[in-house]
């Protein structure tokens, strides 16, 4: 499963977002809303960044979460041996930060972000974990340029992913 998870992903890279979109809804249908948590993680993370409306994509970046909040460090080191789950909530909560800016919702992106700040330690020095962290920064930039940490919610335009 992870093969073809890999190779949708690939095929979303080059460019082919709605054939990736395609083949990652009929993998959906395979694993299962109660497959395997390492799949649906791995697939609803990915199939995020293949939607055109934001609520669509938050939609399937709390799917991920909620999957990753399932699975343990022994189901995921059977993947990639070292791998460990606390190492996904980086990129987690920064896609849902991402999503709720892009919905207008400052505060529920800047919660986000704190939970994203929070599991850092989790990342090692290295592109990956520098490619979090910077992604991180120029979100919370936007946002306090965008909306200041001043009171509630306020509707904006969809954004960017970082």
């Not at 055109?52 to 080191?77: G, I, K, M």
């Not at 999503?99 to 700040?117: M, N, Q, T």
């Not at 490619?131 to 120029?138: E, S, T, V």
């Amino acid at each position: 499963m992870m093969t073809r998870i890999g190779q949708t992903v690939m095929l979303h890279h080059g460019g082919d977002r709605e054939e990736a979109r395609d083949r990652f809804l009929k993998l959906w249908e395979e694993i299962g809303e109660d497959g395997d948590p390492f799949h649906r993680c791995t697939l609803a993370h990915y199939m995020a960044d293949t939607q055109d409306d934001p609520v669509d994509e938050l939609a399937w970046d709390l799917r991920a979460l909620s999957a990753a909040d399932e699975l343990t460090d022994e189901r995921v080191a059977r993947h990639h041996e070292g791998l460990a789950v606390r190492g996904f909530y980086p990129s987690l909560h920064l896609n849902l930060a991402a999503d709720y800016a892009k919905l207008g919702r400052p505060e529920a992106a800047r919660s986000h972000l704190a939970l994203a700040r929070g599991t850092l330690g989790a990342l090692a020095d290295d592109g990956y974990g520098d490619g979090i962290r910077a992604a991180l920064a120029r979100l919370e930039s936007r946002l306090d340029e965008e909306s200041p940490a001043t009171g509630g919610e306020t509707p904006g335009p969809p954004r960017q992913r970082p």
